[in-house]
């Protein structure tokens, strides 16, 4: 399993955009990644995912404003968020893999004016 360290989080306004980085222990090459986010009170839910492949996919509150992508070369898995919303506010996490899962320490995203 690889340890995961996400940065990049902090406070923005809303309509406004951040990118959150996801760096890995080891190679990620081969394995599924995905960015999910906790809100206070709420169960974590899935955000987006990509696979060794390339291939995305999102939550509906998110599309066509998220975007996930990897560089395998780094080791490290990304998210831009763009158009934040008040609802967007989360502790964002990093995950890798399908049956053996890792989690990263999370995130803070808080959207407000």
């Known amino acids: 399993q690889v340890q995961l360290v996400e940065s990049g989080g902090g406070l923005v306004q809303p309509g406004g955009s951040l990118r959150l980085s996801c760096a890995a222990s080891g190679s990620i090459a081969s394995i599924m990644m995905g960015w999910y986010r906790q809100a206070p009170g709420k169960q974590r839910e899935l955000v987006a995912t990509i696979t060794s492949g390339g291939g995305s996919n999102y939550a509906d509150a998110v599309k066509g404003r998220f975007t996930i992508s990897r560089d395998n070369a780094k080791n490290s898995v990304y998210l831009q968020m763009n158009s934040l919303k008040p609802e967007d506010t989360a502790v964002y996490y990093c995950?890798?893999?399908?049956?053996?899962?890792?989690w990263g320490q999370g995130t803070q995203v808080i959207v407000s004016s």
């Open positions: 995950r890798a893999g399908v049956f053996r899962v890792s």
